[in-house]
C-alpha cells in the first residue's frame, strides 16, 4: 500500500512497470483485481476526466466507489475541517482518491489516513496520476521517453499538470525543453530549481515549433488567479492555431491534459499531430492498474 502524493513519489522503474502492466492490460493479458475494494473519490474541486476514469477503473477492476465531487454536499460546508473529513473517509474505504484547491492538502491527508491517498490534484502544485497518462502516452507514440525535445505552451505558473510533467521529466533526460508562456505565467522558481536537463523560456511557440517532439498545451488555470484582473489581462494571450500546428514534424505530438478552452483551436483536432484524445484514452487502463498497485496486498 502506497501513498501517490508526487510523480517523485515513484522511481524510474516502477513508472516503467507501471507502464508495462497498463500495455498488458490493454492487451489483455493483466486484469487488475480489486474484488472486495471500496474506494473513495474525494473531490473538493470539479472534475470531469479525473473523478470519472478513477471511478470507472475502480468499478471495472471489481470495486466498489462511494465520494462526493463537492464540498458543498459534505459538511465541510458545516465548517469540518480536511483532517476531521479525511478520518471519516478512510473509515469507508479502502483507498482515497483527494482532489482540493489547496497545495499540500493530498500530502495533509495522507499525513492523517492510515490507508492510501491517491493526489488528484491540490491547488497548482502536482498531478501526478495526470503526468502518469502523459507521459504513457508519450512513450506508446515515441517509443521511448528518454532524449526528446518538448515544448510546454501556456499557463505554466499554476498548472499543476505542467509541474507533474516538469518533475517526471527529471527521470528522463529530454534533450531540451521549451517553456512557452507569457511573462505572467512564468514557471515558478521553486520548480525551475528543480529540473536537472536543459531548459529555455521563450514567449512565442512559433521559434521552436519544428524541432518538438512533444508540444504540451495547458488552458489558463482561471480559478487559481488571485485577482480576476490579472486573469483579464492574460485571458488571451495565446492560442495554438492551424497555421503553427502546419509548421510542426507529421510524426510529433500536441498532447492537453484537458479541459480545453480555447487554446487549442478546435481544426487541429484532425490533423495528425492531435493526440490530446489519444492521451485521455489512457486515463482508465492506467488508473486501473495503479489502483491495483496501491492496494495490493492489503
Ligand atoms: N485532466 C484533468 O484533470 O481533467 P479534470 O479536471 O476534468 O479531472
Redesign the pocket.
Same mark, same amino acid.
Given at each position: 500500500m502506497k501513498d501517490v502524493i508526487s510523480v517523485l513519489d515513484f522511481s524510474k522503474d516502477e513508472i516503467l512497470q507501471l507502464f508495462e502492466l497498463t500495455d498488458k492490460f490493454l492487451s489483455g493479458g493483466f486484469r487488475p483485481s480489486l474484488e472486495g475494494k471500496i474506494v473513495a473519490t474525494a473531490f473538493f474541486? *470539479? %472534475? #470531469?476526466? #479525473? +473523478? $470519472? %476514469?478513477f471511478t470507472s477503473a475502480a468499478l471495472s477492476a471489481g470495486a466498489k466507489v462511494l465520494g462526493f465531487s463537492s464540498d458543498e454536499a459534505t459538511s465541510v460546508s458545516k465548517g469540518e475541517n480536511l483532517a476531521d473529513t479525511i478520518r471519516m473517509l478512510e473509515n469507508y474505504a479502502d483507498c482515497i482518491v483527494m482532489?482540493h484547491k489547496l497545495d499540500g492538502s493530498a500530502k495533509f491527508a495522507a499525513e492523517v489516513a492510515k490507508k492510501p491517498v491517491i493526489n +488528484?490534484?491540490d491547488g497548482k502544485r502536482e498531478?501526478p496520476t495526470?503526468a502518469l497518462i502523459d507521459m504513457y502516452t508519450v512513450r506508446k507514440l515515441f517509443g521511448t521517453l528518454e532524449g526528446l525535445t518538448f515544448g510546454f505552451l501556456g499557463d505554466l505558473r499554476y498548472a499543476r499538470?505542467v509541474n507533474s510533467m516538469l518533475r517526471i521529466l527529471t527521470l528522463f533526460k529530454p534533450k531540451i525543453v521549451y517553456l512557452i508562456s507569457p511573462p505572467q505565467l512564468r514557471a515558478r522558481a521553486e520548480i525551475l530549481e528543480e529540473l536537472n536537463y536543459p531548459v529555455k523560456e521563450l514567449t512565442d511557440v512559433k521559434d521552436v515549433v519544428g524541432e518538438l517532439d512533444v508540444l504540451y498545451v495547458t488552458r489558463i488555470q482561471r480559478e487559481r488567479f488571485l485577482d480576476e484582473d490579472e486573469y483579464e489581462k492574460v485571458k488571451e494571450s495565446y492560442r495554438l492555431d492551424y497555421r503553427t500546428v502546419e509548421r510542426m514534424r507529421k510524426e510529433s505530438a500536441i498532447l492537453h491534459? $484537458? *479541459?480545453r478552452v480555447s487554446e487549442i483551436d478546435r481544426r487541429i483536432d484532425s490533423m495528425p499531430q492531435a493526440k490530446y484524445f489519444l492521451e +485521455?484514452s489512457y +486515463?482508465v487502463p492506467l488508473r486501473s492498474v495503479l489502483l491495483h498497485e496501491v492496494m495490493a496486498g492489503d
Amino acid at each position: 500500500m502506497k501513498d501517490v502524493i508526487s510523480v517523485l513519489d515513484f522511481s524510474k522503474d516502477e513508472i516503467l512497470q507501471l507502464f508495462e502492466l497498463t500495455d498488458k492490460f490493454l492487451s489483455g493479458g493483466f486484469r487488475p483485481s480489486l474484488e472486495g475494494k471500496i474506494v473513495a473519490t474525494a473531490f473538493f474541486e *470539479p %472534475s #470531469t476526466r #479525473t +473523478a $470519472l %476514469s478513477f471511478t470507472s477503473a475502480a468499478l471495472s477492476a471489481g470495486a466498489k466507489v462511494l465520494g462526493f465531487s463537492s464540498d458543498e454536499a459534505t459538511s465541510v460546508s458545516k465548517g469540518e475541517n480536511l483532517a476531521d473529513t479525511i478520518r471519516m473517509l478512510e473509515n469507508y474505504a479502502d483507498c482515497i482518491v483527494m482532489r482540493h484547491k489547496l497545495d499540500g492538502s493530498a500530502k495533509f491527508a495522507a499525513e492523517v489516513a492510515k490507508k492510501p491517498v491517491i493526489n +488528484a490534484g491540490d491547488g497548482k502544485r502536482e498531478h501526478p496520476t495526470q503526468a502518469l497518462i502523459d507521459m504513457y502516452t508519450v512513450r506508446k507514440l515515441f517509443g521511448t521517453l528518454e532524449g526528446l525535445t518538448f515544448g510546454f505552451l501556456g499557463d505554466l505558473r499554476y498548472a499543476r499538470t505542467v509541474n507533474s510533467m516538469l518533475r517526471i521529466l527529471t527521470l528522463f533526460k529530454p534533450k531540451i525543453v521549451y517553456l512557452i508562456s507569457p511573462p505572467q505565467l512564468r514557471a515558478r522558481a521553486e520548480i525551475l530549481e528543480e529540473l536537472n536537463y536543459p531548459v529555455k523560456e521563450l514567449t512565442d511557440v512559433k521559434d521552436v515549433v519544428g524541432e518538438l517532439d512533444v508540444l504540451y498545451v495547458t488552458r489558463i488555470q482561471r480559478e487559481r488567479f488571485l485577482d480576476e484582473d490579472e486573469y483579464e489581462k492574460v485571458k488571451e494571450s495565446y492560442r495554438l492555431d492551424y497555421r503553427t500546428v502546419e509548421r510542426m514534424r507529421k510524426e510529433s505530438a500536441i498532447l492537453h491534459p $484537458l *479541459p480545453r478552452v480555447s487554446e487549442i483551436d478546435r481544426r487541429i483536432d484532425s490533423m495528425p499531430q492531435a493526440k490530446y484524445f489519444l492521451e +485521455a484514452s489512457y +486515463a482508465v487502463p492506467l488508473r486501473s492498474v495503479l489502483l491495483h498497485e496501491v492496494m495490493a496486498g492489503d
